[in-house]
């Protein structure tokens, strides 16, 4: 019988972040896998430690490994979707590509280079790798060191966030902020080892809303629950006139959360929603973490 063949893309994939997790974890770093189901341009979690103790400095890195990545000067990661998510994030985005022939392991800031980008009125499409940003043992110190600078100097992202919503924002937070169509401000909050997070919106007067990441609509939490239809859910429900419902009629979740609300109070609209899911999915590390 013929033997189905490894996929030689995931094998490298997964080599680059092995050795990079490895590197990091014998420097004494904790590495945390994100979700592979969730596409959101990052891979790992890693949360910085000082003399055995956790620093509350965390920074989200997407690894790519293999030759394809090789650019002039070094290596090059496109941005893709993901653009927008890492400018906004207050968690610094860190691209890291492992060179296979040369077993080596490159980085650059992505996080850095987009909001430079940004400032000179630019789009940015790709993240430029230096050959030279090597990440080995005799340059991890100095990489980490880089890298918890820059949290700190993104701590004015916090504080402008705190002022705008006043609220105090603690710094192992997790935020996300974003500005809607109407103008109206939003920021996405998850603190460290909570199961629910806080949605601020400037149109609701800064008021915290609880929300479930893991089921952030009313469709969600009964799509949880194992309903997957809305007559499913009606007949549950005991409601009047189940029987003239078509047996086909749809979804539970695509129907109930056509006008999404969140925290079982708030509605939101579809691109609101989709930064709520992106966020949800970029914070999860933040929930699971210990306090």
């Known amino acids: 019988m013929e033997m189905s063949k490894a996929n030689r893309n995931r094998v490298t994939a997964d080599r680059a972040r092995n050795r990079f997790t490895a590197l990091m974890q014998e420097h004494g770093h904790l590495v945390h896998k994100i979700d592979g189901d969730n596409d959101f341009g990052e891979d790992l979690y890693v949360g910085f430690l000082e003399d055995d103790r956790t620093t509350g400095d965390t920074i989200a890195v997407q690894v790519k490994g293999g030759v394809s990545y090789r650019a002039a000067g070094g290596y090059s990661v496109r941005v893709s979707q993901h653009g927008e998510t890492w400018l906004k994030t207050n968690v610094p985005v860190v691209c890291v590509v492992h060179d296979p022939e040369s077993d080596t392991l490159h980085w650059g800031n992505a996080s850095d280079q987009l909001r430079q980008a940004k400032l000179a009125g630019t789009d940015l499409r790709t993240i430029a790798i230096e050959r030279d940003a ?7 110190a100095a990489f980490v060191t880089t890298m918890r600078a820059h949290i700190r100097d993104r701590g004015e992202i916090r504080h402008a966030l705190s002022v705008m919503s006043g609220h105090v924002l603690d710094t192992t937070d997790y935020l996300a902020y974003f500005m809607n169509e109407y ?15 806080l949605l601020l919106h400037s149109d609701w007067g800064w008021k915290p809303i609880e929300i479930d ?8 939490r009964f799509a949880q629950l194992g309903f997957t239809s809305l007559r499913e859910l009606a007949e549950h429900l005991n409601l009047p006139g189940v029987d003239e419902l078509p047996t086909d009629v749809g979804d539970v979740r695509e129907q109930l959360d056509k006008i999404p609300v969140v925290g ?13 899911r992106a966020c949800a999915a ?3 590390w933040w929930r699971a973490a210990p306090a």
């Not at 990440?135 to 991890?140: A, G, Q």
């Not at 990441?213 to 969600?220: C, K, M, Q, S, V």
């Not at 079982?264 to 709520?276: H, K, R, T």
């Open 282 to 284: 970029a914070s999860q």
């Open 134 to 140: 090597v990440l080995d043992d005799t340059t991890v």
């Open 264 to 276: 079982g109070q708030f509605i939101v609209n579809q691109p609101e929603l989709a930064w709520l």
């Open 183 to 197: 103008s109206e401000d939003i920021i996405f909050r998850q603190p460290r080892a909570s199961a629910t997070a």
């Open 213 to 220: 990441p893991e089921a952030l609509t009313l469709g969600d």
